[in-house]
């Protein structure tokens, strides 16, 4: 990847932090597959998302659920060339009731050629750094 996989993510969570849905769009590949912990919690459901579509239809949802939603970002730690983990908190104020979250997170996200083709988040910062070592043990060579 010619950009360095932090720069990357910062970009890609100043697009949302700006409410730019197209910029994230034009950052998604089109290959994308996006299993974030939001959907479960809203839904009940664990769904996925895939392409540029699935981004859009995921921003939109969330947005359909909460008011100044940003992502204040603690940590941004490079694993491979194109995988990051990125630890924060989502900001936001619930629509339904007007109650403020701060919820924490932890992704697992990899990049191909720039582009965000692959990730999951968790609620649990935990989660996301037992995956991150799990993913660090899985490229050891033996």
């Known amino acids: 990847m010619s950009d ?3 720069d990357v993510v910062r ?3 100043d ?3 700006r409410g730019d849905v197209a910029e994230l769009v034009a950052l998604a590949h089109p290959d994308l597959e996006w299993h974030p912990a939001s959907t479960a919690a809203l839904t009940g459901e664990q769904t996925g998302y895939s392409g540029p579509e699935g981004m859009r239809q995921w ?3 969330m947005h359909e659920a909460f008011d100044g939603l940003h992502n204040e970002i603690h940590e941004v730690r490079s694993l491979t060339r194109d995988t990051a983990l990125v630890l924060g908190t989502l ?3 619930g629509r339904a009731g007007g109650v403020p979250i701060a919820q924490p997170f932890g992704m ?3 990049f191909e050629g720039g582009l965000f083709i692959r990730g999951r988040s968790w609620f649990d910062p935990e989660e ?3 995956a991150a070592e799990a993913l660090a043990q899985s490229d ?3």
Do not use: I, K, Q, S
């Open 4 to 6: 360095d996989v932090v």
């Open 11 to 13: 970009r890609n969570m």
């Open 15 to 17: 697009a949302w932090n």
């Open 59 to 61: 921003w939109r949802e």
């Open 91 to 93: 900001r936001g104020t």
């Open 108 to 110: 697992l996200l990899e």
């Open 128 to 130: 996301a750094l037992r």
């Open 140 to 142: 050891e060579p033996e």
